[in-house]
């Protein structure tokens, strides 16, 4: 009776599928966390640039003198032609002066105001996407996707 419960403790058959389901559950998660990561950093990086390409577009299309520019259409049109995220994800507030413009024309005519003003003034462009996650808020580290939207917001003078 000895011996068969010797033999039955040196008998590892089964033993690396035992191990291989406690490390399993490990692995995909590991697996789920890398895959995370590439996404927030795709859509960080579509964010910023979209955000970068609105403000140089927005400040470029400051309507001058007898000129018809359309400031505001041409920046949330180049915004969504910069990032291949879905565009019913995408937030776009553009400001001048810290006050928000809707429209080609309040756009345009807080552009004009800010361009003649005798102090510097401020035009941005912010851009927010929903944040995919594919983890429990819970268990995504530190501030990677606050709030679960991630924001960019380029300021810069307009001159």
Same mark, same amino acid.
Not at 52 to 81: C, V
């Given at each position: 009776?000895? #011996? !068969?419960?010797?033999?039955?403790?040196?008998?590892?058959? $089964?033993?690396?599928?035992?191990?291989? +389901?406690?490390?399993?559950?490990?692995?995909?998660?590991?697996? @789920?966390?890398?895959?995370?990561?590439?996404?927030?950093?795709? /859509?960080?990086?579509?964010?910023?640039? +979209? +955000?970068?390409?609105?403000?140089?577009?927005?400040?470029?299309? !400051?309507?001058?003198? $007898?000129?018809?520019?359309?400031?505001?259409?041409?920046?949330?049109? +180049?915004?969504?032609?910069?990032?291949?995220?879905?565009?019913?994800?995408?937030?776009?507030?553009? #400001?001048?002066?810290?006050?928000?413009?809707?429209? /080609?024309?309040?756009? $345009?005519?807080?552009?004009?105001?800010?361009?003649?003003? @005798?102090?510097?003034?401020?035009?941005?462009?912010?851009? #927010?996407?929903?944040?995919?996650?594919?983890?429990?808020?819970?268990?995504?580290?530190?501030?990677?996707?606050?709030?679960?939207?991630?924001?960019?917001?380029?300021?810069?003078?307009? /001159?």
């Amino acid at each position: 009776m000895f #011996s !068969r419960l010797l033999e039955v403790a040196r008998d590892r058959a $089964g033993t690396a599928m035992i191990e291989f +389901a406690f490390v399993l559950p490990l692995l995909v998660i590991v697996l @789920l966390g890398v895959l995370q990561f590439g996404i927030f950093f795709y /859509d960080y990086v579509s964010v910023e640039y +979209a +955000a970068q390409t609105g403000e140089r577009t927005f400040l470029a299309n !400051r309507p001058l003198t $007898g000129e018809n520019y359309t400031p505001y259409t041409s920046t949330i049109n +180049a915004i969504q032609g910069a990032t291949s995220l879905q565009l019913s994800e995408l937030t776009i507030t553009l #400001s001048v002066n810290g006050t928000t413009c809707a429209s /080609d024309t309040s756009c $345009g005519t807080a552009l004009t105001t800010a361009y003649s003003a @005798l102090s510097p003034q401020t035009a941005s462009v912010e851009v #927010s996407y929903t944040c995919l996650t594919l983890l429990p808020v819970g268990w995504v580290p530190g501030n990677v996707c606050p709030g679960g939207v991630l924001t960019s917001t380029i300021t810069q003078r307009v /001159d």
